[in-house]
């Protein structure tokens, strides 16, 4: 069984462009979470999804950012006009059912 | 959920026990205790958890106090691939909600 899939592993981006993460649960899990890491802190919450429904997205900053799990196809996190601000390592869990979550091996973003 | 509170960093002998502690005074009657570490800038990996009675799996073994105020994480032999940020983390069990990583304990096995 195949861990949490994320990629790209490294992505760089100049300042306006967009960036698009995408993440690929465990088979069977219908629970995935997006988390942010800046250098030197711990994981941030962001956003929790199932297939198709957002639960809880009160760590997402308000604008610019946007998450979606559709039906069929990895959860993406979509960060509109990239600031260097959003420089950090974003990594996704999956959970069969809300309890333990497994981690992907992020990705990072850097933004020019 | 509940706050905890751990050591910034601790060293540990390579082959002996690490025991890492954590603190969580106002956990409540549903909130489970949680374990993950990252090894350098990997994805947090998933440890063990517990309600109130100890539990053991094949990484580590998690002592919970009787009034459920503190825990131990125990790695039985420490290597020095367990070299990590060790996260204690408290949250209502199966919930789905997030988890709140602090800054963690620093563990530094030495050969």
């Known amino acids: 069984n195949a861990g949490v899939m994320q990629n790209p592993r490294h992505l760089v981006r100049r300042r306006g462009q967009e960036a698009r993460l995408r993440c690929s649960p465990m088979?069977?899990?219908?629970?995935v979470y997006w988390y942010r890491q800046l250098p030197e802190e711990g994981l941030k919450f962001m956003v929790y999804l199932q297939k198709e429904n957002i639960i809880d997205e009160s760590g997402m900053p308000k604008e610019r950012f946007s998450a979606e799990f559709p039906k069929e196809g990895p959860s993406i996190l979509r960060i509109q006009q990239v600031v260097r601000g959003d420089s950090a390592a974003y990594f996704c869990a999956s959970s069969p059912r809300g309890a333990e979550q497994f981690f992907g091996p992020g990705t990072r973003l850097t933004v020019l | 959920d509940a706050k905890t509170t751990q050591p910034t960093s601790m060293d540990c002998a390579e082959g002996r026990a690490a025991n890492l502690p954590c603190n969580h005074s106002?956990?409540?009657?549903?909130?489970?205790v949680y374990w993950y570490r990252q090894i350098h800038s990997q994805g947090p990996q998933y440890i063990i958890h517990g309600l109130k009675n100890n539990e053991t799996n094949e990484m580590a073994s998690l002592i919970i106090t009787e009034d459920r105020k503190s825990s131990t994480l125990i790695l039985p032999h420490a290597t020095l691939r367990d070299t990590a940020v060790y996260y204690c983390?408290?949250?209502?069990?199966?919930?789905?909600?997030?988890?709140?990583f602090g800054t963690g304990t620093s563990l530094t096995v030495i050969p």
């Open positions: 983390i408290v949250r209502v069990g199966n919930t789905g909600n997030q988890f709140y």
């Open positions: 106002t956990i409540s009657g549903n909130e489970y």
């Open positions: 088979k069977g899990h219908s629970h």
